[in-house]
């Protein structure tokens, strides 16, 4: 079946610091991949997406960057500031079957 | 536009009942997906609903099932309660269901004693 790793599960960074977190699949029909923020008792929600017909998107301090051939995405925060303090949960589709990432728990510290 | 509403937010149960969650998704969506999520397993697939048809699910007991209504409003029902199903459970809308961005509800949270 499908696979969704995401890498890592926690990350600590200084703030002003840059993050990155790493999404691998294995579904080949994957063609959205999708970025999602979780706050502490709150509800997922979209920060960025990218389509597999481009390499990159960037929108503001958060850029995502797709590798079609190696079947991975990132996600890339700069100039990190607390309140990118979350959990972040990767979601490629390709099918009506939604698989994500077990999310990592980005922590900036002041 | 309202967002996509979960009810009820919170629910106890006891090991061996049946439970019935809602959604109601953002106003013309057509696509309801439902999730469960834990803390060690974060955000796991259940299925996906579109014009009251289940187009997919993922890997859960027959215990656990769904149904969408006709304006687009969705049902999951779990019967036969056991401890392992505490979890919050999510439900997300979209126009279509394919490829696009999610908007989730804030989820019920189960405990079953």
């Known amino acids: 079946g499908e696979n969704v790793e995401q890498h890592p599960s926690t990350l600590s960074v200084q703030e002003g610091d840059s993050a990155v977190i790493k999404c691998t699949y294995s579904?080949?029909?994957?063609?959205?991949f999708p970025w999602y923020k979780q706050e502490l008792g709150k509800r997922p929600q979209l920060i960025i997406d990218?389509?597999?017909?481009?390499g990159e998107k960037k929108d503001q301090r958060i850029a995502v960057t797709l590798n079609k051939t190696a079947k991975h995405f990132s996600l890339h925060i700069t100039e990190t500031q607390p309140e990118d303090s979350a959990v972040y949960f990767c979601?490629?589709?390709?099918?009506?079957?939604?698989?994500f990432g077990t999310g990592t728990r980005l922590k900036v510290l002041a | 536009k309202a967002g996509v509403t979960q009810t009820p937010r919170y629910l106890i149960k006891t090991r061996g009942q049946q439970v019935t969650l809602s959604c109601s998704p953002i106003?013309?969506?057509?696509?309801v997906s439902w999730y469960q999520q834990t803390p060690g397993q974060g955000l796991q697939f259940l299925f996906e609903?579109?014009?009251?048809?289940?187009?997919n699910k993922g890997n859960f007991p027959g215990r656990f099932s769904g149904r969408q209504f006709s304006n687009s409003r969705s049902e999951m029902n779990v019967s036969t309660l056991e401890l392992g199903d505490s979890a919050l459970y999510l439900c997300?809308?979209?126009?279509?269901?394919?490829?696009?961005?999610?908007?989730f509800g804030s989820g019920t949270q189960l405990s079953v004693l």
């Open positions: 990218i389509r597999s017909n481009v």
């Open positions: 997300a809308s979209s126009s279509s269901g394919w490829g696009e961005k999610l908007f």
């Open positions: 579904d080949s029909a994957s063609n959205y």
């Open positions: 979601g490629p589709s390709g099918t009506y079957k939604y698989i």
């Open positions: 609903y579109f014009s009251e048809t289940q187009r």
């Open positions: 106003s013309g969506h057509r696509s």
